[in-house]
C-alpha cells in the first residue's frame, strides 16, 4: 500500500464522478489543498473522512486503502488491506508527532530570538533599524510557523493578537527611535518631505551609480520601508475576518499607511515620502498575494 497508488485512485475516481477538487473538498468539508496533496501522493485522506470518502466515490473503504478496484473481496484480502491500511496511519501519525514537535521548537526559536534581540537593543538604548528589522523578521517567521501547525482558528486568533501587540511595539520603536528620534538626543531630526513619486528613490539609485553609497546602505534605506507593513498581511486578515475580501485589505493597509506618514508629516517628526507609502504598500501586497497563494494558503 502507497501513497501515490491511493491518489491516483482517488483522482481516477473523482474524475468519473465529474468533480472538481474543490466540489470534493466541499462534500468532505476539508481544504481543496488538502485533495491535491492526496492526488499527488503527498499524503492519504484521515481516518475520520474514509467512510464519507468512499460513499462520495462509490467505493470500499478497502478499495480506497488499496488504491484499486477489488472485484472479488475475500475475507483474507480484506484482512490484508486492513492491516497494511494501520501500519500506514501508524506511520502517518509518528511522522505528524515529530514535525509538530520540530515546528514547535522552530516557532519558539525564533519567537524566543525576536523578543530577545529586540528586548536587548531597547536596555541598552542603541536600536538600530537593523537590529528592528531582523527581529520582526523572526517574529513574523515564527507567526508563519505556528499558523501552519495549529488547525484551530480561535487559538490562532488569540496567538496572532499577541504576536500583532509584539508588532506594534517594534514598528513604534522603528518609527519614534529609528528614524524620528535621535537616540542620544531625544530630539527630532530635520528631514525633506517628499511629495514627488520615485523622487526619493532615483536619487537613492543615483547614489548606488555613481559610487557615493554602498548598496548595503542603499539596501537599509530601501529595504525596511518594503518590509515594515508586510506582517499586516498576515494579522489583519486573521484577526478582522475570514472571508477578509482583498478590496477591504487595500483600503484599510491604505488608510494605515497614510495614518503612518501623516503623524510624521504633521507633527514635524520624520519624514512625509511618498516612495516610503509606494514601498510600504507594494511590500505588503506582495506579501498579501504570497499567503493567499493556493499551495500555502495561509489566509
Known amino acids: ?13 473523482r474524475k468519473e464522478k465529474n468533480m472538481t477538487q474543490k466540489q470534493l473538498a466541499k462534500s468532505l468539508e476539508i481544504t481543496e489543498q488538502a485533495v491535491s496533496k492526496w492526488e499527488r501522493g503527498l499524503g492519504i485522506p484521515d481516518v475520520s473522512l474514509l467512510v464519507d470518502l468512499s460513499r462520495i466515490l462509490e467505493v470500499s473503504i478497502q478499495e ?13 484480502r480484506s484482512e490484508e488491506i486492513t492491516l497494511n491500511g494501520l501500519m500506514l496511519y501508524t506511520n502517518k ?53 505556528f499558523i501552519k501547525m495549529n488547525s484551530n482558528k480561535q487559538i490562532k486568533k488569540v496567538v496572532c493578537f499577541v504576536l500583532f501587540i509584539i508588532y ?12 524620528v528620534f535621535n537616540v542620544t538626543s531625544k530630539s527630532p531630526i530635520t528631514y525633506e518631505n517628499n511629495f514627488i513619486p520615485f523622487n526619493t528613490l532615483g536619487e537613492k539609485f543615483n547614489w548606488l551609480i555613481t559610487g557615493s553609497q554602498s548598496l548595503q546602505n542603499v539596501l537599509l534605506d530601501i529595504l525596511p520601508n518594503l518590509c515594515l507593513f508586510m506582517p499586516l498581511a498576515l494579522f489583519i486578515p486573521i484577526l478582522c475576518s475570514r472571508k477578509f475580501s482583498l478590496k477591504r485589505y487595500i483600503a484599510l493597509l491604505f488608510l494605515i499607511i497614510l495614518f503612518k506618514e501623516g503623524i ?36
Open 93 to 145: 501519525e509518528k511522522r505528524i508527532t515529530f514535525s509538530k514537535i520540530l515546528t514547535c521548537l522552530l516557532f519558539l526559536g525564533c519567537l524566543i530570538f525576536s523578543l530577545g534581540l529586540l528586548s536587548y537593543s531597547l536596555i541598552i538604548s542603541m536600536i538600530r533599524i537593523e537590529i528592528v528589522l531582523i527581529s520582526s523578521i523572526f517574529l513574523f517567521t515564527s507567526a508563519i510557523i
Open 168 to 179: 506594534c511595539i517594534a514598528l513604534i520603536s522603528t518609527l519614534f527611535y529609528t528614524g
Open 64 to 76: 480506497l486503502l488499496a488504491g484499486e478496484r477489488i472485484e472479488n473481496m475475500t475475507a483474507k
Open 264 to 299: 510624521q508629516l504633521v507633527t514635524g517628526y520624520g519624514v512625509f515620502d511618498v516612495d516610503d507609502i509606494l514601498l510600504n504598500f507594494i511590500g505588503s501586497m506582495m506579501t498579501y498575494v504570497l499567503f493567499t497563494n493556493k499551495r500555502l494558503r495561509l489566509i
Open 1 to 13: 500500500m502507497d501513497c501515490q497508488k491511493i491518489g491516483k485512485f482517488i483522482l481516477t475516481k
